[in-house]
């Protein structure tokens, strides 16, 4: 299984950009008319957790995360670490397919059960991972990828006639630096997903290249949450906005042009779903073949249907228990991003840039 770097780019701009957009509320609602500050230190804060991630992964090139960790930290304290990183792994499958087949059961199938939604869209992920593996998500990355990229401009531009810049002011009133660096925490914690490129470089037909594609990836998503975050405060408003459970759907179902072009809902939500798919099927694999590598299983792809039946079951646990806000504010942010996507990360950097520096040193010697 090979990867192109242009892949890597579109993998990382289709799985960002589905769930940044569907949980913008949480910014607005912090930082009022100047959530698009906190998106801005979000968008710094991604890129910059992405280049040391794939800094990190080109040290071992021909290494994932579960075989550089142990090289660099040592097998017991590097299992350790990586027990952590499953906990994170496998609740957030959970809670991709559960949001997604929320807000599917939302604006669409009203009357379908939650279970048959969750049901349909693990199926489709079970077949594209075993047939594909992580190439054929690659592949379809690419197909949906530019899909995604034409459709949110068409989106954005049919939206132009219903801003207003005032919304935008005044600028640190209703807000100091504290709430807009709180209002950011949500969507870096979404942005530093990216960390994933430590089990997706040694994949890659040139490594090298995975760190300037990464970034490209996350920064072209970050530039779409930009826009789309001024699009729903200069829309609705700084105090409205905050209360929407989908402002950025709100914004399109909101689209009316010349009293023809209306209804394009289903197009962000049709968005919305092949970004959840390629988001969830990464998180899946990197699931599959990390418990694989951990338990030195030769066979990855028999590890899929024991993962996928895991998150089926965490996925259908009480909504309010796992997939509300108390996993973001209980969980992913407190721990998740500082621990996982910002400590180890710098951890392994710099213990592994020493050690490498020790091996050139002494193949010189």
């Given at each position: 299984?090979?990867?192109?770097?242009?892949?890597?780019?579109?993998?990382?701009?289709?799985?960002?950009?589905?769930?940044?957009?569907?949980?913008?509320?949480?910014?607005?609602?912090?930082?009022?008319?100047?959530?698009?500050?906190?998106?801005?230190?979000?968008?710094?804060?991604?890129?910059?957790?992405?280049?040391?991630?794939?800094?990190?992964?080109?040290?071992?090139?021909?290494?994932?995360?579960?075989?550089?960790?142990?090289?660099?930290?040592?097998?017991?304290?590097?299992?350790?670490?990586?027990?952590?990183?499953?906990?994170?792994?496998?609740?957030?499958?959970?809670?991709?397919?559960?949001?997604?087949?929320?807000?599917?059961?939302?604006?669409?199938?009203?009357?379908?059960?939650?279970?048959?939604?969750?049901?349909?869209?693990?199926l489709l992920v079970l077949y594209a991972l075993y047939e594909g593996g992580i190439e054929g998500i690659a592949?379809?990355?690419?197909?949906?990828?530019?899909?995604?990229?034409?459709?949110?401009?068409?989106?954005?531009?049919?939206?132009?006639?219903?801003?207003?810049?005032?919304?935008?002011?005044?600028?640190?009133?209703?807000?100091?630096?504290?709430?807009?660096?709180?209002?950011?925490?949500?969507?870096?914690?979404?942005?530093?997903?990216?960390?994933?490129?430590?089990?997706?470089?040694?994949?890659?037909?040139?490594?090298k290249k995975g760190p300037s594609q990464a970034i490209w990836g996350v920064g072209i998503a970050f530039g779409f949450v930009f826009i789309a975050t001024l699009f729903v405060i200069m829309t609705f408003g700084p105090n409205l906005s905050g209360r929407m459970m989908y402002a950025f759907y709100d914004v399109v179902r909101f689209i009316s042009m010349m009293e023809f072009i209306q209804n394009v809902d289903v197009i962000i939500i049709v968005v919305w779903m092949t970004s959840f798919f390629i988001k969830l099927s990464l998180y899946v694999f990197i699931c599959c073949y990390g418990t694989a590598q951990f338990f030195r299983i030769q066979n990855w792809r028999a590890l899929i249907w024991v993962v996928i039946p895991i998150v089926l079951f965490l996925a259908m646990l009480p909504a309010n228990e796992l997939f509300g806000i108390e996993y973001n504010q209980k969980y992913l942010i407190p721990f998740v991003l500082p621990v996982n996507f910002i400590f180890i990360p710098l951890l392994l950097w710099?213990?592994?840039?020493?050690?490498?520096?020790?091996?050139?040193e002494g193949e010189h010697a």
């Amino acid at each position: 299984m090979k990867i192109s770097g242009l892949q890597i780019l579109w993998l990382i701009f289709s799985m960002q950009i589905g769930m940044i957009l569907l949980r913008l509320t949480q910014a607005i609602a912090q930082s009022k008319q100047d959530a698009w500050i906190s998106v801005l230190l979000a968008g710094v804060a991604g890129i910059g957790i992405t280049y040391v991630s794939a800094k990190v992964s080109v040290l071992y090139p021909n290494q994932t995360f579960i075989e550089f960790t142990q090289t660099i930290l040592g097998k017991w304290l590097g299992k350790i670490v990586i027990i952590t990183y499953f906990f994170q792994w496998y609740t957030g499958s959970a809670v991709i397919i559960r949001r997604s087949s929320d807000f599917l059961h939302l604006a669409l199938f009203h009357r379908t059960p939650v279970l048959i939604l969750i049901a349909s869209m693990l199926l489709l992920v079970l077949y594209a991972l075993y047939e594909g593996g992580i190439e054929g998500i690659a592949r379809c990355s690419e197909v949906i990828g530019p899909l995604i990229f034409i459709t949110l401009i068409f989106i954005f531009c049919l939206s132009l006639n219903n801003l207003d810049w005032h919304m935008l002011l005044p600028v640190f009133t209703d807000s100091g630096w504290k709430d807009i660096m709180k209002g950011s925490l949500s969507p870096t914690s979404l942005l530093a997903e990216t960390f994933m490129l430590v089990m997706l470089i040694a994949f890659m037909n040139e490594p090298k290249k995975g760190p300037s594609q990464a970034i490209w990836g996350v920064g072209i998503a970050f530039g779409f949450v930009f826009i789309a975050t001024l699009f729903v405060i200069m829309t609705f408003g700084p105090n409205l906005s905050g209360r929407m459970m989908y402002a950025f759907y709100d914004v399109v179902r909101f689209i009316s042009m010349m009293e023809f072009i209306q209804n394009v809902d289903v197009i962000i939500i049709v968005v919305w779903m092949t970004s959840f798919f390629i988001k969830l099927s990464l998180y899946v694999f990197i699931c599959c073949y990390g418990t694989a590598q951990f338990f030195r299983i030769q066979n990855w792809r028999a590890l899929i249907w024991v993962v996928i039946p895991i998150v089926l079951f965490l996925a259908m646990l009480p909504a309010n228990e796992l997939f509300g806000i108390e996993y973001n504010q209980k969980y992913l942010i407190p721990f998740v991003l500082p621990v996982n996507f910002i400590f180890i990360p710098l951890l392994l950097w710099f213990v592994g840039a020493i050690r490498k520096n020790k091996e050139k040193e002494g193949e010189h010697a």
